[in-house]
């Protein structure tokens, strides 16, 4: 049973900041959860009471829907792929080690286009290997290559993915 902490004006006020960073951003439970710990820490609360009042305060915001791990999944998966250019093993790296349950990453990363997912490796490769192609002579492709490869599955993407796109660039069918 979480205790009512609704008198507590601490913690009402650490709820009321909460509230107001996740009306601005998605946040996982988990990046909340650390901050309201931290702010919680701050006060100086016996353990008990720091873990009941968190343990409130969290409730509160699943409960009003300020934090959502599914929604905050699904924005990540998609912001990640589409601006930044990762790849789904990245994202689902990522998410993981945000604690965010397997489903809900496995839902995410389903909702990432994969033709959209396929054009931006391509593009990131393109880009990659003009700029690369100066550095190493013709005769250097098997460095080359293996550059490339390093930096796609860096960014996230299957090694079966990155070399089919890296074989199509350095052959010059693309």
Known sequence: MISDFTGNRDAVRILDRMRRLCSRREYCAGDISRKVHTALAALQYDEADEKNAAAWIMDSLVRDRYV??????????????????????????????????????????????????????????????????????????????????????GRGYSYDEALSETERLVSGKG
Not at 77 to 93: E, F, H, M, P, V
Not at 103 to 116: F, G, H, K, P, T
């Open 68 to 153: 959502d791990d599914r929604r905050y999944a699904a924005a990540f998966a998609r912001d990640k792929s589409a601006l930044s250019g990762w790849g789904r093993l990245k994202i689902r790296n990522a998410l993981a080690a945000k604690g965010i349950d397997r489903d809900i990453v496995s839902d995410a990363l389903a909702s990432i286009d994969r033709e959209a997912s396929d054009a931006r490796l391509r593009k990131v490769l393109e880009t990659k290997y003009k700029s690369l192609k100066k550095s190493f002579p013709g005769s250097d492709m098997y460095s080359l290559k293996s550059r490339m490869l390093r930096f796609a599955v």
